[in-house]
């Protein structure tokens, strides 16, 4: 027997099957965001719901984007720095995050809150902002005041010998951000729950991951500035990838495998 071949073969074998599980999920949420019909928020029932409106703001306020001045209800961010290691070089992640706070959502029939709380965020990508900063450049003072938080990644390195150092440069930094800003049309697919159910008459409705109310959750949360037929799309070509590409994984860790045995 060969042992590397069978360490290889195992790690193929894993590799392809959560490979192959990840696309049969993604699948999954793609066939259950095409089979759930939209419903009008004036007609809501507790349980699971697909609904879409404008994003509007509460009384609470918005968050700030991570590296601009807008202010939104949900925001995704990464930070890549450049790196410089002998003959190789490349842009290494950072740090990166997302959040979200609560909006309500109108859809011209009534008005419903929205806390997001749990779920998936899924942004357009045409919304993509992106800048890269060099080591020596000054930051904006979103970006300056986002990385002076205890969760960012802080500072970027410098190079020993900056003299020698050319062109790209390390501690070079790109930044990328997606937002869903107020006054966009959003998807969301979750959990429909009265608030105040437990009162007499109460008829205000909360869209969230969960409830405990006595009635079914929705297998998937998810909060979107993409359309519907986007996300099936994205959902359908994700997931065909990552079965094919898991099913070819997993013959070549079998492959190893038996080569390894008869070895």
């Known amino acids: 027997m060969n042992p590397l071949l069978l360490i290889l073969g195992v790690l193929g074998v894993g590799i392809g099957g959560y490979l192959c599980y990840s696309g049969w999920q993604t699948r999954a949420t793609r066939n259950l965001i095409e089979s759930t019909e939209t419903t009008e928020l004036l007609q809501l029932t507790p349980g699971p719901v697909e609904v879409v409106g404008e994003s509007e703001a509460t009384d609470d306020g918005l968050f700030p984007a991570p590296f601009t001045d807008d202010e939104v209800v949900a925001a995704s961010w990464e930070i890549e720095e450049w790196e410089e290691s002998g003959k190789h070089s490349s842009w290494r992640t950072e740090g990166s995050g997302s959040y979200a706070t609560a909006f309500y959502l109108d859809d011209g029939t009534d008005r419903v809150l929205v806390r997001p709380e749990d779920a998936t965020l899924e942004f357009d990508p045409a919304g993509r902002w992106e800048r890269e900063i060099g080591v020596d450049e000054p930051l904006p003072d979103p970006i300056r005041e986002f990385?002076?938080?205890?969760?960012?990644?802080?500072?970027?390195?410098?190079?020993?010998?900056?003299?020698?150092?050319?062109?790209?440069?390390?501690?070079d930094r790109r930044y990328t951000q997606h937002t869903i800003e107020a006054g966009e049309?959003?998807?969301?697919?979750?959990?429909?729950?009265?608030?105040?159910?437990?009162?007499?008459?109460?008829?205000?409705?909360?869209?969230?991951?969960?409830?405990?109310?006595?009635?079914?959750?929705?297998?998937?949360?998810?909060?979107?500035?993409?359309?519907?037929?986007?996300?099936?799309?994205?959902?359908?070509?994700?997931?065909?990838?990552?079965?094919?590409?898991?099913?070819?994984?997993?013959?070549?860790?079998?492959?190893?495998?038996?080569?390894?045995?008869?070895?």
């Open 185 to 263: 049309q959003v998807y969301v697919l979750g959990t429909a729950t009265r608030v105040g159910a437990q009162s007499f008459g109460a008829n205000d409705f909360e869209l969230v991951a969960s409830a405990d109310d006595g009635h079914r959750d929705a297998e998937r949360f998810i909060v979107s500035n993409r359309s519907e037929s986007d996300l099936i799309d994205a959902q359908s070509s994700s997931a065909r990838w990552r079965l094919v590409g898991g099913g070819l994984v997993t013959l070549l860790g079998v492959g190893l495998l038996a080569a390894g045995v008869v070895a």
């Open 147 to 171: 990385l002076a938080m205890d969760s960012t990644p802080g500072g970027p390195s410098e190079a020993f010998i900056k003299a020698l150092d050319f062109g790209q440069q390390v501690g």
